[in-house]
C-alpha cells in the first residue's frame, strides 16, 4: 500500500539496470540483423510480403515478422512496413532507414518500462545515461560512431600480425568515455575491471581480462567479440586485414 491506501499498480518492481539489460539483449539483436546477418535480413524483407517489423529480442536474437494483433500492443511497437521502402532505394540507405528507427522503437521500448515500472526522475536519468553511454545502432551500421580505444587482449591475436597487448599502465591507457556509476557495478558484478570497461561494437559487452577472445577492425578500429562476429582465434591467425562487418557491407556497395 502506497501514502494513500491504495495498492501500488505494478507490485514487481523493477530496476533501471534490469530495462537496461532488456535494452542491451534488444539493441545486440538488432545490429546482429543488420550486420553480420545483414543477407538473410535482406532476403526475409520481401517488398512483396505485408507490413512487416523488425524486432530485437531481449536474447540478443532478432526476427522479421508481422506486427502484434492485439490492440493495444503489449510493447511499442517498431517501423512498419520496412519491406516496402527496400527496393525503393540504396541498400545502404535503406538499412540505415531501418537503423534510425529501431534506434528510436528500443528508446521507447526502454522508457515504457520504465514508465511501467514506476521510474521516478533519478531512476530515468539512471537509464537513460546508461543507455546513452553506448553507440546507436545507426552508429554502428554507418560506423559513424566515436572511435573506441582499443581493449586489451589476452587470448591470441587480434589484429593483423599484432600481439596480444597488455592492460593500459597510468601513463599510456587509452582515453574513453567514464561510465556511469550504475555500469560501473554491472561491470564489477559480470568480474570485469573498471579501467578495462570497453565497448564490443555488436554487442555492447563490456571487456573483461577472463581469456575471451576479442578482435579489431583495420578500418573503423572498433572491437568486437570473436563470437559476435564469428572469428575465431585459429581464423585470425590466417587474417591480414580484419574488416568487421559493417566496414564490409559498407564498402561492397560503394
Known sequence: M?????????????????????????????????????????????????????????????????????????????????????????????????????????????FYFGARFGFDKDARRRLFTMISNFPTVYEVVTGSGKKQSKPPNSNGKSKSGSKPSKKPNSNSKPAKQPLPKQEEQMVKEEGGDKDQAYLCGTCGGSYSNNGEFWIGCDICENWYHGNCVRITPAKAEHIKQYKCPACSNKRSRE
Open 2 to 110: 502506497d501514502e494513500s491506501g491504495s495498492a501500488p499498480i505494478f507490485p514487481n518492481a523493477r530496476t533501471p539496470e534490469d530495462v537496461f539489460r532488456d535494452f542491451r539483449g534488444r539493441r545486440a539483436g538488432i545490429i546482429k540483423a543488420l550486420t553480420t546477418d545483414v543477407e538473410k535480413f535482406y532476403k526475409m524483407c520481401d517488398p512483396e510480403k505485408e507490413n512487416l517489423c523488425l524486432y530485437g529480442l531481449s536474447n540478443e536474437t532478432w526476427e522479421v515478422t508481422l506486427p502484434a494483433e492485439e490492440v493495444p500492443p503489449e510493447l511499442p511497437e517498431p517501423a512498419l512496413g520496412i519491406n516496402f521502402a527496400r527496393d525503393g532505394m540504396a541498400e545502404k540507405d535503406w538499412l540505415t532507414l531501418v537503423a534510425v528507427h529501431s534506434d528510436a522503437w528500443l528508446i521507447a521500448v526502454a
